[in-house]
């Protein structure tokens, strides 16, 4: 489907609406208009009746009301299903422009290699001749001088001479066509000039066509938009039917009270006239008893005469109990009619709540699935651009602390771009703004941080080198965030999180195929000397100075792998294997007291899951790598109070994390030569910075008043960090050999 723009601002569909509605009539037949007026009106359009009573015109009505609102629909599916298309077609673009742009650099580096080849063989070329000629020049001089003692010799000379001539034009004729190939040289290196600003042009296209699928994005957000405010009205025109549905409820109510009240009254009136028909009759008895005692007994005649006035009496009475009696059932009758009309107005409001139900939930439906492709999008952009993705936490205030600035300290931007990712720090009466790729206030629970993390876990089944570390001054919750609150199941961290996903995923998997083999491995990084935590040797995990530091060398080969010489890996099969793992290496970790934390942990804490899969039916095999880590606090020595061995431990971590932040501003300046090597933390991290590895940082700040200053310094170095480009991860998928296929079995 092909939009049309027209001069109103309205958007027209080139499908016929008699198309999409076959069966919903004629009448609305032609191309489609639909504005944001119109979805609105249609809405909020209230069905009117002529006649309260007539159904069939009532049905009319709803159906062709029904039918609009499909009409609507159906543009609105048109309409994604456009967007959907242009978005594919934007990304197949990018893609296949990417990957020439890639082939063109693998090009451009094949005559770079040559070049330099050639201009290194002239250089060699050159410096021998210049030696040559260096030492020619000596040997003239030594055969002028000779020629000055030893007149006698003046032939010889001469001869030499003119071999020396000779030599001299051919060593010239050399330099010349050295010249030659340096002019070739330098007019190859200005034809790579030129293929180098055309590929520049190339990439400003390539960003032209990404700043148009911003542009859609944009576009796709403002649609949200309009679909919340539509979601808002609904709610509103529900809320208003709930009320009208408790109204009609009490009303009813009301019915049957007065219903109830007229049938017990009705009973009561039907045993009252029961009761005097019995007396009427007694009465009865008791007159013709007496009559027949009249004709032998004339002395009772003023009795009789006194039974018959009562008898009167209690018919006038039964006559007006009859008469309340068939009141009280005309009364029965009216509220019976009301109850049936209430009842049919209750049946009709809650059908007109299932079906505002139903739009309601199909339109959070579609604001979900929106959310989730705006998801997708950035993350597919985040990856195309190569940049580290930075998630910042602020952790809840605590017990004791104090929670009456805290809004003026840290507020959240509620505009729709800055929405759950941007944050602003108050420091000193003035206003600090950062912008991450995902933003969690205190109230933020675990399964919401690993919801967002959810994808990159896959990544790494996926055969992708996946890398999460955590930033922060310490007590702002890093090792909450990875690790979680141990005996409490919902305050689980990252990483037994991750180990649960990747399980569950491995098992479901079996059925297409697929055998995973996971190996885990733990180690610190303290007062830069690593630590295995898995080993079983308590001596070797505690020596500061015993170990060499030899022994747990890193490497780094020719695919980016990591190793860590002698370090222990241990297969695992079920995350309650890796959990014990986890508690032995919490236990080997070094921890101390500081001003900050009274278990403040004096280490990086580096967990690496290396997962290697097999697929029987297509012989593939993926390699791919999930390291979690958990670094040291970052505060400065002034904040920590650190003196004795914490003053060698803070000044460890501030060195490995000062040599973070020189790794990752050369990174950000695009320089030549990356420090790496400056600690064993980075070296570490080589491959997850290196542009490899799918890398995300959550820089962890606390809301206190007195920890402004540091939160700050954490935003700012994390603010930093998302700026680096590290490049595109490519997936390691490789033909398993054939006894590793034989081992699996």
Request: glycine share 6%; hydrophobic share 35%.
């Amino acid at each position: 489907m092909v939009g049309e723009m027209t001069n109103n601002g309205r958007i027209r569909p080139s499908f016929p609406v008699k198309d999409l509605t076959s069966n919903e009539g004629s009448e609305y037949g032609g191309p489609v208009e639909f504005t944001r007026e119109d979805v609105e009106t249609l809405l909020h359009e209230r069905i009117k009746y002529k006649s309260k009573y007539n159904y069939k015109e009532r049905c009319e009505n709803t159906m062709d009301y029904v039918k609009r609102l499909r009409l609507c629909i159906r543009w609105f599916q048109e309409l994604e299903l456009d967007y959907a298309f242009e978005q594919e077609k934007l990304k197949n673009a990018m893609e296949m422009n990417e990957k020439h742009c890639a082939d063109l650099e693998v090009n451009l580096k094949v005559k770079e290699e040559e070049l330099n080849m050639v201009i290194d063989e002239l250089r060699k070329n050159f410096a021998s001749v210049q030696v040559q000629l260096a030492k020619e020049q000596t040997e003239k001089l030594a055969a002028n001088e000779s020629l000055g003692k030893e007149r006698e010799a003046r032939l010889a000379v001469e001869s030499l001479q003119a071999a020396l001539t000779e030599e001299l034009a051919k060593t010239q004729g050399e330099l010349q066509i050295a010249n030659q190939r340096i002019q070739a040289v330098n007019d190859m290196y200005k034809l790579l000039q030129e293929y180098n600003s055309s590929l520049q042009l190339y990439n400003s296209k390539l960003q032209g066509d990404l700043d148009e699928a911003h542009e859609s994005i944009k576009r796709g957000e403002k649609e949200r938009t309009g679909i919340v405010e539509s979601i808002g009205n609904l709610k509103g025109q529900f809320k208003a039917l709930q009320d009208q549905l408790a109204a009609s409820k009490v009303s009813q109510d009301d019915v049957m009270k007065q219903k109830d009240e007229l049938v017990n009254e009705i009973v009561s009136l039907k045993v009252e006239i029961q009761q005097v028909k019995d007396d009427r009759d007694r009465h009865i008895t008791e007159i013709e008893t007496l009559q027949a005692e009249a004709t032998k007994q004339n002395d009772f005649k003023d009795t009789i005469n006194e039974l018959e006035s009562k008898c009167s009496v209690q018919n006038k009475e039964i006559q007006e109990l009859q008469d309340q009696l068939v009141a009280s059932e005309r009364k029965l009758q009216v509220a019976d009619l009301s109850t049936f009309e209430k009842m049919n107005e209750f049946e009709e409001q809650k059908e007109s709540i299932m079906e505002l139900k139903g739009r309601l939930e199909e339109a959070e439906l579609k604001l979900i699935e929106g959310e989730k492709l705006r998801k997708k999008l950035h993350n597919t952009i985040q990856e195309l651009k190569g940049n580290i993705r930075v998630f910042c936490r602020v952790r809840p205030l605590l017990s004791g602390e104090n929670s009456s600035e805290e809004a003026k300290t840290i507020s959240y931007p509620t505009s729709l771009e800055a929405l759950g990712r941007g944050i602003d720090l108050m420091q000193n009466g003035q206003s600090h703004c950062f912008t991450f790729d995902k933003v969690f206030v205190p109230s933020a629970s675990q399964e919401d941080v690993f919801v967002e993390i959810s994808q990159l876990v896959q990544s790494a089944l996926d055969g992708y080198k996946v890398c999460i570390f955590a930033y922060g001054q310490t007590g702002s919750g890093k090792t909450y965030t990875m690790m979680g609150r141990p005996g409490n199941p919902d305050e689980k961290g990252l990483i037994p999180r991750c180990l649960e996903q990747i399980f569950q995923t491995r098992q479901s998997l079996r059925s297409q195929g697929w055998k995973y083999e996971l190996q885990v491995s733990m180690l610190e990084i303290y007062n830069e000397t690593i630590r295995d935590l898995l080993s079983t040797n308590k001596e070797t995990v505690r020596a500061d100075n015993g170990v060499s530091p030899q022994k747990y060398a890193i490497k780094h080969d020719a695919s980016g792998n990591t190793h860590v010489v002698e370090l222990t890996v241990v297969d695992v099969r079920s995350s309650k294997q890796v959990s014990f793992l986890l508690d032995h290496a919490a236990r080997n970790r070094s921890v101390g007291k500081t001003a900050m934390n009274e278990q403040s942990s004096r280490s990086h804490f580096v967990f690496t899951l290396k997962i290697s899969g097999f697929n029987e039916s297509t012989e593939q095999q993926v390699q791919g790598v999930l390291n979690l880590i958990d670094l040291a606090g970052s505060e400065r020595l002034s904040k920590s109070g650190s003196t004795g061995d914490r003053l060698k431990e803070t000044q460890a971590i501030n060195k490995s994390l000062s040599s973070l932040g020189d790794v990752i501003f050369a990174l950000a300046k695009k320089e030549d030569h990356v420090p790496f090597r400056n600690s064993k933390l980075t070296y570490l991290l080589q491959p997850c910075l290196g542009g490899d590895s799918k890398t995300l940082m959550f820089v962890n700040i606390t809301p206190e008043p007195s920890s402004t200053g540091e939160s700050l310094c954490s935003l700012r170095f994390a603010a930093r960090v998302n700026a680096c480009e590290i490049g595109t991860a490519h997936r390691h998928v490789n033909a398993r050999p054939l006894d590793y296929r034989l081992s699996l079995g």
